[in-house]
T-cell receptor, first 113, second 116 residues
């Protein structure tokens, strides 16, 4: 049973471009969480999704950031018009049910030039 | 407010010795989980140990153990017989049981160096 997969592992974008980060949860898991880790900081919650629904997006910046988890395919975290301050490691985690253990993916390191 | 505080940005320990990493948290919830995660240079988040708040007995995983003081909202990690492979960032985290969000709250981390 493969773990949580994230791709790409490293992503470089120029200011103003779009970044798309993908997360494939563990097999059978329908709950996905996105976290952001800025340099020298701990992980901060961004958004919690269940298949086709956003459950909690209280940690998402109000502009430029969006997330989806379609019925088929991976969860996508999309950052439009990236700025240097978006440079960070983005982790996703998945769980089988809402209250269950969350398993983390390896993260995507986004660098904005 | 849900906060996790790790007051030691950096710690070092001699190989084979014991080190304790501190963590305090603040929550008004009564039912929650506490965790310690290890993040090596690969940046993978590796679960080290977890504790259910309703359990009085301190969790133990091989060389890793915790000192959970619920009234003081303290959750320290003790690493015994430290090994070179223990060198990493360590994050304390907690997660409320049954909340709508179910998300983790992480501290800012403690960087552990193991001296050969």
């Amino acid at each position: 049973n493969a773990g949580v997969m994230q791709n790409p592992r490293h992503l470089v974008r120029r200011r103003g471009q779009e970044a798309r980060l993908r997360c494939s949860p563990m097999k059978g898991h329908s709950h996905v969480y996105w976290y952001r880790q800025l340099p020298e900081e701990g992980l901060k919650f961004m958004v919690y999704l269940q298949k086709e629904n956003i459950i909690d997006e209280s940690g998402m910046p109000k502009e430029r950031f969006s997330a989806e988890f379609p019925k088929e395919g991976p969860s996508i975290l999309r950052i439009q018009q990236v700025v240097r301050g978006d440079s960070a490691a983005y982790f996703c985690a998945s769980s089988l049910l809402r209250g269950n253990e969350q398993f983390f993916g390896p993260g995507t390191r986004l660098t904005v030039l | 407010a849900q906060t996790v505080t790790q007051s030691q940005p950096e710690m070092s320990v001699q190989e084979a010795e014991t080190v304790t990493l501190s963590c305090t948290y603040d929550t008004s919830e009564s039912d929650y989980y506490l965790f310690w995660y290890k993040q090596p240079p690969s940046r993978q988040m590796i679960l080290v140990i977890r504790q259910e708040a309703y359990k009085q007995q301190n969790a133990t995983e091989n060389r890793f153990s915790v000192n959970f003081q619920k009234a003081a909202k303290s959750f320290s990690l003790k690493i015994s017989d430290s090994q070179l492979g223990d060198a990493a960032m360590y994050f304390c985290a907690y997660r409320v049981v049954g909340s709508t969000g179910n998300q983790f709250y992480f501290g800012t981390g403690t960087s552990l160096t193991v001296i050969p």
